[in-house]
């Protein structure tokens, strides 16, 4: 099982746009996690394995697009109009077992996790 690497992290301003990409990701249902300082990791985003549904927190719904590309064995995130408030360590991470809107929120429900990659969003 090839570990997830996740990658595009990086300092923007408020309005802008970021890709995120997270490489291992094939064979598993996948989301995409974020962490700011002081608080528990929470949801933002999840897909299928099929890719034919995704899931997203309320807060990112409408700005945050989770995309996969199987071929590439790649995970996405594709942010827009991030915030000062979307500034985070995100994580990619994986399920062995199947996601559906009852079991995708938690934490325990994935089995591996990227190392994180940093955004830092400015006013």
């Known amino acids: 099982q090839e570990p997830l690497v996740e990658s595009g992290g990086r300092s923007v301003q408020a309005g802008d746009s970021l890709k995120l990409s997270c490489t291992g990701s094939?064979?598993?249902?996948m989301a995409w996690f974020r962490q700011a300082p002081g608080t528990e990791r929470e949801f933002g985003a999840a897909i299928t394995l099929t890719a034919w549904t995704t899931y997203y927190q309320e807060s990112v719904k409408g700005r945050f697009t989770i995309s996969r590309d199987r071929r590439k064995d790649t995970l996405y995130l594709q942010m827009n109009n991030l915030k000062p408030e979307d500034a985070a360590v995100y994580y990619c991470?994986?399920?062995?077992?199947?996601?559906?809107?009852?079991?995708?929120?938690?934490?325990?429900?994935?089995?591996?996790w990227g190392q994180g990659t940093q955004v830092s969003v400015s006013a």
């Open positions: 094939g064979r598993f249902a």
């Open positions: 991470a994986a399920s062995a077992w199947a996601i559906n809107s009852m079991n995708v929120r938690p934490v325990e429900q994935y089995d591996s």
